[in-house]
């Protein structure tokens, strides 16, 4: 599946920007979507997944902050950041992973990135 991100920019801290992801296959019909990010000098992390029944994770580093959702008739998915702060500044990634139930094919596919600034 190709996977593109969106909704990134520069933001101040304390406000809210939502970051997008959409796909060129079924979304829903894949095991896991997530959001990871990765900030300069730092190894790639995950901020939240969400299953394909709806089962959500999300890092204790953005918890209550951050949340992961899936839109069916756009065929995305959102990451909804609230209260953005100066640490959460990265590269996020889309990711989605496991079996397609509609293909049957294990996919590990990521999308290119979206930056996100943070200033103070």
């Known amino acids: 599946v190709q996977l593109v991100e969106s909704g990134g920019g520069s933001v101040q801290a304390g406000e809210s920007l939502t970051l997008s992801c959409t796909g060129s296959?079924?979304?829903?019909?894949?095991?896991?979507l997530a959001w990871y990010r990765q900030a300069p000098g730092k190894e790639r992390e995950l901020v939240a997944s969400?299953?394909?029944?709806?089962?959500?994770n999300v890092a204790d580093s953005v918890k209550g902050r951050f949340m992961i959702s899936r839109n069916r008739a756009k065929n995305k998915v959102q990451l909804q950041m609230a209260e953005v702060r100066p640490e959460d500044a990265a590269v996020y990634y889309c990711?989605?992973?496991?079996?397609?139930?509609?293909?049957?094919?294990?996919?590990?596919?990521w999308g290119q990135g979206t930056h996100v600034f943070v200033s103070s």
């Open positions: 990711n989605a992973k496991g079996k397609n139930w509609l293909t049957g094919i294990e996919e590990d596919s």
């Open positions: 969400i299953t394909k029944t709806a089962n959500i």
């Open positions: 296959e079924t979304l829903f019909a894949i095991d896991v």
